[in-house]
């Protein structure tokens, strides 16, 4: 099984956490959103994967904008399982992040959905 995780770490900790989900599941590729934001304009079209994760940091108990505005234009390939790590302080607000802010965009049936 292909997994891509999308990364955003501020300090290291989220970067930390998805290395070691990578290393846990074999074949995995942590790819940094600032790379994917940084080399040209959204949308992003996903590398295909049997499974795609978005880890972030909760910030403000949300997701960092940065992230938010990754989901809602990254295009996939597919119908990847869609999974989401969030590392936080202690304070990680609503549950859903993923799932909330995708449907805004895309409707309850988004693929970007968090199951
Ligand atoms: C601007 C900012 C806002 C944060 N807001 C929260 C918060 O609302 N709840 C919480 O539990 N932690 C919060 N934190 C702590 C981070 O989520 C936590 O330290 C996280 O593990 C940092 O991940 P990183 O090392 O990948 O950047 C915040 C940190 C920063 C810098």
Do not use: W
């Not at 997994?3 to 599941?25: E, M, P």
């Not at 989901?71 to 202690?90: D, E, Q, S």
């Amino acid at each position: 099984m292909t997994t891509i995780i999308y990364s955003f770490t501020g300090t290291g900790n989220t970067l930390a956490v998805a290395r070691q989900l990578g290393d846990a599941l074999g074949d995995t590729t942590i790819i940094p959103i600032t790379r994917v934001t940084g080399n040209g304009p959204l949308p992003h079209d996903a590398e295909p994967a049997d499974a795609i994760g978005i880890a972030f940091p909760v910030y403000y108990m949300d997701m960092p904008r940065i992230v938010v505005e990754f989901v809602h234009r990254l295009r996939l390939n597919g119908n990847p399982y869609i999974f989401g790590i969030a590392t936080c302080g202690g304070s990680p607000g609503g549950p859903s992040f993923i799932s909330t802010h995708s449907s805004k965009r895309r409707g309850p049936a988004s693929p970007l959905a968090l199951r």
